[in-house]
């Protein structure tokens, strides 16, 4: 055999091994940052604090609760941040979302016995996020968002909405962390 065709048949060889390479690796990063869901409570690692930290960039604190006295809320919390880092719950695909840095999401359950659900951003960015609120039940639900500036200084928010199972609530969120503690929401739409 000439050495041309070995040379031939070597980066055949050589392109199809990185060709599988390529395509394997894709695969993997298509789910970065996703990981599937189990049937376990939706808890990262840390419990919000009540009072944000002295120092650091702000805290963003987004709950959503039934405000029909059912003991679930009617809908999860998806959040993405203003570099387009997502955090939360996803329930149509059971995913959870890990990939804001010091952010974490979990179910709490007051003394009363009703559940919320709570997203909690540490060293929150000042920006522009989308939140999306996923209906899992027909019903009403209270979201209570708060945002802490530097210095611990905070603004608040609270919307009130009917929601059905499969519906999702967008919403525009406007915060700063430096002094002043700016907080401004909208909703604006429903749908996919």
Known sequence: MKSSAKRHIWLLLLLSVATGLALSSGAALAQAGKAPGAAMPAQYEEEPAEEAPPGGRGVLDIRIQSDWGRPHPPGDLI????TGEIAGFDPRDNYYYR???GASY???IGPSG???AVLY???ALSGTYSLRVVGTDSGKYRLFMKGYDQEGNHADLQFTMLIEPGQVHHYLINYSNQGGAYLKARRTRIGE
């Open 106 to 108: 979990l179910r709490d």
């Open 99 to 101: 990939q804001m840095y």
């Open 121 to 123: 951003v540490r060293n």
């Open 79 to 82: 959040l993405s941040s203003p």
């Open 114 to 116: 009703m559940e919320t």
